[in-house]
């Protein structure tokens, strides 16, 4: 080796190892049990291709630690969701934006429901959702008065893939900005 050290490769992941992997990313980052069980996965895999072991042990370690995580509460994706979906809602997201990001993290309809029900997230709340994502975008009422009829097709589009209703884009759009300026 000349100056550079050799990258070494993946260590060989016994329990110990995964726990203490779980716990460091845990450590940094809120995350669902699916989260963490694609992060851990992956820990395993590399470390079997590396030093030819099998990769279906690490997998009952893993759902041992999911499990025990879970029941003592330091993995929630009830409490993840929640956040996540309170955050989604301020910038202006949908409730059906915000149960698509939560589904592809991998938390079930039912926890969905229930961190939109304790995040008093409602979804009548869907026209001040919309205008605050319009306010961001700088869409409709929000644009130069000047650009507003000439971009109006494309605001609209804007609306409808953050997952907005045409009743409630049409409710944005309509409206002029300066009597939400305030909100």
Do not use: C
Not at 92 to 103: E, N, P
């Amino acid at each position: 080796m000349t100056g550079k050290a050799a990258r070494r490769g993946p260590a060989i992941a016994p329990a110990a190892e995964l726990e203490k992997a779980a716990l460091s990313y845990l450590d940094r980052f809120d995350a669902t049990a699916e989260t963490l069980r694609r992060v851990l996965l992956e820990k395993v895999r590399r470390s079997a291709r590396a030093h030819g072991t099998d990769a279906e042990d690490g997998r009952a370690v893993i759902e041992e630690l999911i499990e025990r995580y879970t029941e003592s509460g330091l993995v929630s994706d009830v409490r993840y969701a929640g956040t996540m979906a309170s955050g989604m809602r301020q910038k202006g997201s949908s409730i059906r934006a915000i149960r698509h990001k939560l589904r592809a993290r991998g938390v079930t309809e039912e926890n969905i429901s229930k961190a939109l029900e304790s995040e008093n997230i409602d979804p009548d709340g869907e026209i001040e959702a919309a205008n605050a994502f319009a306010r961001r975008r700088r869409l409709g009422p929000y644009r130069k008065a000047e650009e507003r009829s000439a971009r109006l097709q494309r605001d609209f589009a804007a609306l409808a893939r953050a997952g907005f209703s045409l009743d409630v884009a049409r409710a944005v759009l309509d409206h002029e900005g300066s009597e939400w300026e305030d909100q």
